[in-house]
T-cell receptor, first 118, second 115 residues
């Protein structure tokens, strides 16, 4: 079974440019999460999809970030325009459908996309 | 606010020696607790998790962790470290009474293994 995949593995862009990150979750996983790790800091939650719907986007830093999950399969995270502080590693994770009242579904993580904004 | 603290940024252990990585959490109620490991070029891999019950949890790769409610801790241990254990380790927590919530991570501990 293929794991969570992310593309690209590394992206270097200039300030003001646009970048789109892609995440392909494990097949059949309804839940998809985006996280980000800025250098020297902890991994922080950005948002959570359940199928194609945004369940929680409380971690999105500002309106320069746009996440989509059309059709409930893969997801994209667009940064437009990119700023220096957006540099970091962006992780995607997926998990199976939640059992009622329980949050104990393991989140499977991809290798991350390292974004460098210069 | 909910938080997870890993006090040690970097630890070096000799191969064959024992290992303990510290993790403390601050939550209103006991959360679900996790340890992940990230090797270079790889995604985060779940080592073990605690939901309830037995406070000593066994994981993969010979790791275990002990939940101590009185200390709000969930320390990771391994009796004998191998060179392949060199990686970055993350402690994480999740609200236990709500499905599908995000993980809150500590800052990570980098483990180096010396020969």
């Amino acid at each position: 079974e293929a794991g969570v995949t992310q593309f690209p593995s590394h992206s270097v862009i200039e300030k003001g440019q646009t970048v789109t990150l892609r995440c392909d979750p494990i097949s059949g996983h309804d839940n998809l999460y985006w996280y980000r790790r800025v250098m020297g800091k902890e991994i922080k939650f950005l948002l959570h999809f359940v199928k194609e719907s945004k369940q929680d986007e409380s971690g999105m830093p500002n309106n320069r970030f746009l996440a989509e999950r059309t059709g409930g399969t893969y997801s994209t995270l667009k940064v437009q325009p990119a700023e220096l502080e957006d540099s970091g590693v962006y992780f995607c994770a997926s998990s199976q459908e939640e059992a009622q009242g329980r949050g104990d579904r393991e989140q499977y993580f991809g290798p991350g996309t390292r974004l460098t904004v210069t | 606010a909910q938080s997870v603290t890993q006090p040690d940024i970097h630890i070096t252990v000799s191969e064959g020696a024992s290992l303990e990585l510290r993790c403390n959490y601050s939550y209103g109620a006991t959360p679900y607790l996790f340890w992940y490991v990230q090797s270079p070029g790889q995604g985060l891999q779940l080592l073990l998790k605690y939901f309830s019950g037995d406070t000593l949890v066994q994981g993969i790769k010979g790791f275990e962790a002990e939940f101590k409610r009185s200390q709000s801790s969930f320390n990771l241990r391994k009796p004998s470290v191998h060179w392949s254990d060199a990686a970055e380790y993350f402690c994480a927590a999740q609200t236990s009474n709500q499905a599908g919530t995000a993980l809150i991570f500590g800052k990570g501990t980098t483990l180096s293994v010396s020969s």
